[in-house]
């Protein structure tokens, strides 16, 4: 069997799909992308016939969009897709036969990695899926994903992130199909250890300086407090949403090279429906959302014109 996965590639929840697939198939190919290219690539991918040369092809920790599912809804081999997400806004396509979203079930709030899990436990189980490595490492990636760690008091689901931010992506990827692949129990070598308690440091450090450099403004009933940072968002967020919890419902981080972020704390404002007035998406307490299209050059004529006025 020859398997494509089409995976989100701003964390380690859309990552670690990859590891999983590579414990499960012989054959298998992927490509990582940030959500809001999928329609795109998936449109040229079909064009090309691309997809022919597999036999299933899993999409994990995001979703096309409405339009597309139909589009592909109407293909005789629709059900080679198979869509594993949590993004609950998503849920309305689970009318679908080749989407799967689940955001919560019996009190757990789920993510894509561990969704991908339990379908490859239920249907391509192998010794390696069934270590106690894998398992481990799935909960610690849902833990952090969905930002549980908190309320269970498991500061280990804060360390892989760490280590994506040290490896890089296809180091972090190839490290984790080996170590799972050698080990019974999942375990934090020393070396990292001493890496992870270097960056915890650093991320507090960071947290700090970005504390008085809050902007606050208010938009259609959110009150927000805004920060231009490119390190440890979901950190920084979190951290910064409870630091000023009286002052603002939403923390909106500018990475100027990426993405805005926008996370929250409080379960009476949506983060997500805020997300969506800048055409973003994601989670009721976690959300993104593109740049506007030409913000760098606004930002440099903006400089330009300053100069030239003085
Ligand atoms: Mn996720």
């Not at 190839?174 to 050698?182: M, R, T």
């Not at 991320?203 to 231009?228: A, C, M, T």
């Amino acid at each position: 069997m020859k398997v494509f996965l089409i995976s989100d590639i701003s964390d380690i929840d859309g990552l670690t799909p990859v590891i999983l697939s590579e414990l499960a198939f012989e054959d298998f190919d992927y490509h990582l992308l940030h959500v809001t290219k999928l329609d795109e690539y998936l449109k040229e991918k079909i064009q090309e016939k691309f997809f022919d040369d597999y036999d299933k092809v899993f999409l994990t920790d995001l979703c096309m969009s409405r339009e597309m599912a139909e589009e592909i809804n109407t293909l005789s081999w629709k059900d080679k897709f198979q869509v594993l997400d949590h993004h609950y806004r998503n849920l309305e396509l689970n009318q679908y036969s080749f989407i799967t979203v689940v955001d919560e079930r019996n009190g757990i709030h789920e993510s894509g990695t561990s969704l991908y899990y339990e379908y490859l436990l239920k249907h391509y189980r192998n010794e390696f899926l069934m270590k106690n490595s894998v398992s481990y490492m799935v909960s610690l990636v849902r833990l952090n994903d969905t930002w549980e760690w908190k309320k269970f008091g498991v500061e280990e689901a804060r360390y892989l992130p760490i280590l994506l931010g040290y490896y890089g992506i296809d180091f972090y990827i190839q490290n984790y199909v080996d170590f799972l692949k050698k080990n019974k129990e999942f375990y934090f070598t020393k070396a990292e250890t001493i890496l992870i308690d270097t960056e915890k440091r650093r991320i507090q450090e960071y947290i700090e300086e970005q504390k008085p450099n809050v902007i606050f403004k208010e938009l259609d009933g959110y009150r927000v407090g805004i920060v231009f940072a490119e390190l440890y968002r979901s950190e920084l967020g979190n951290e910064l949403a409870e630091f000023y919890r009286d002052k603002v419902d939403v923390i909106m981080i500018i990475n100027l090279n990426r993405s805005l972020s926008f996370r929250g704390i409080k379960e009476d404002y949506d983060v997500a429906s805020f997300a969506s007035l800048f055409k973003g998406s994601g989670h009721k307490l976690a959300a993104g959302a593109p740049l506007p299209d030409g913000l760098k050059e606004k930002i440099v004529d903006f400089i330009w014109k300053e100069v030239q006025a003085s």
